[in-house]
């Protein structure tokens, strides 16, 4: 059983394209990460929300708690836009944390 | 402010053998999180520590253990090392001032490569 799933799993994009990556959780959270991971394994904290939205820069984030869904969308996509994209939801109850399977990106120029 | 630093960053271990791994938080940090990553896994959470005490943990075995000094420093350590057990091992760091890291912004080191052999 996932807890968090991702997709899509994989995402070729032209230079430029609006991008949206979805994840969705069975679990309820006290928080959603959002995390980049370059090749080499570098992890980078994009976004942490526990409602609606946030931006920063060309990426944008939201989340619907309802749904349990959330939404990180990258506007005027460029190559080193390229990562791994990974989902992570901190549960509510026991503080455990879990991670989606992660959305491979490659954006082409 | 100096980023999570881990050591070693690479390690080669055989069957049966015990490792040690260290993560040295961002300074004023006072959460140390630990996670396995592998490719057929994925990311997975081991446990969290702050001000020296454990305050969650996953669903791995007792052969995962961890401690945090007073200086906010975090050891893991894995004995009885399996062929399973090869994996990327990334600490987080964060300012830990909720009831979970997972309510703080993490912040990731570089990981330490293990391979067992």
């Known amino acids: 059983k996932n807890e968090v799933e991702q997709s899509p799993q994989n995402l070729t994009a032209q230079e430029g394209e609006f991008i949206t990556i979805n994840c969705s959780y069975s679990?309820?959270?006290?928080?959603l990460h959002w995390l980049q991971q370059h090749p080499g394994g570098g992890i980078v904290s994009l976004f942490m929300?526990?409602?609606g939205k946030k931006k920063h820069g060309r990426l944008i984030a939201t989340i619907n708690i309802q749904e349990k869904h959330s939404s990180l969308h990258i506007t005027a996509s460029h190559p080193r836009d390229s990562a791994v994209y990974i989902c992570?939801?901190?549960?509510?109850?026991?503080?455990?944390?879990?991670f989606g399977t992660g959305t491979s990106l490659t954006v082409i120029p | 402010k100096a980023g999570v630093t881990q050591t070693p960053r690479y390690l080669i271990k055989t069957r049966g053998q015990q490792v040690t791994l260290s993560c040295s938080p961002i300074?004023?940090?006072?959460?140390v999180s630990w996670y396995q990553q592998t490719p057929g896994q994925g990311l997975q959470f081991l446990f969290e520590?702050?001000?020296?005490?454990?305050?969650n943990k996953g669903n791995f075995p007792g052969r995962f253990s961890g401690r945090q000094f007073s200086n906010s420093r975090s050891e893991m350590n894995v004995s009885t090392l399996e062929l399973g057990d090869s994996a990327l091992y990334l600490c987080?760091?964060?300012?830990?001032?909720?009831?979970?890291?997972?309510?703080?912004?993490?912040?990731f080191g570089p990981g330490t490569r293990l391979t067992v052999l």
């Open positions: 987080a760091s964060s300012l830990g001032a909720y009831a979970g890291g997972g309510t703080d912004t993490q912040y």
């Open positions: 679990v309820g959270i006290s928080a």
């Open positions: 929300l526990s409602s």
């Open positions: 992570a939801v901190a549960s509510n109850t026991g503080n455990q944390f879990y």
């Open positions: 300074s004023g940090h006072r959460s």
């Open positions: 520590y702050f001000s020296e005490t454990q305050r």
